[in-house]
Nanobody, 122 residues
Framework: QVQLVESGGGFVQPGESLRLSCAAS???????MGWFRQAPGQEREFVAT????????YNADSVKGRFTISRDNAKNTMFLQMNSLKPEDTAVYYC????????????????WGQGTQVTVSS
């Protein structure tokens, strides 16, 4: 069983940065992982994913060039560096993991954290 705990969310102004962390219990070095977000009234949206082999995919339309996903397998931790934040980035951000599947579909992931709120507003 894998447990995921996100941290690092908060309230920032447009243009500012945040770094989210996802701490995983257990040995997740072989798991595919990802960040997703969900704004009120909207479906959960793919942000970025990183495979166990560090192959990275971004939601190009929304975040490419501003967000960077990374992982530290030795510490069982995944990160999302978010720069140049915009009001439309406001959402609850979730980390997800799966031992076999990967990709932008949230249904591919069996394990989820509780989420961390990111609010971007002036």
């Amino acid at each position: 069983q894998v447990q995921l705990v996100e941290s690092g969310g908060g309230f920032v102004q447009p243009g500012e940065s945040l770094r989210l962390s996802c701490a995983a219990s257990g040995r997740t070095w072989s798991y595919n992982m990802g960040w997703f977000r969900q704004a009120p009234g909207q479906e959960r949206e793919f942000v970025a994913t990183i495979t166990w082999g560090s192959r990275i995919t971004y939601n190009a339309d929304s975040v490419k060039g501003r967000f960077t996903i990374s992982r530290d397998n030795a510490k069982n931790t995944m990160f999302l560096q978010m720069n140049s934040l915009k009001p439309e980035d406001t959402a609850v951000y979730y980390c997800a993991a799966d031992s076999r599947r990967s990709g932008p579909d949230p249904r591919s992931y069996d394990y989820w954290g509780q989420g961390t709120q990111v609010t971007v507003s002036s």
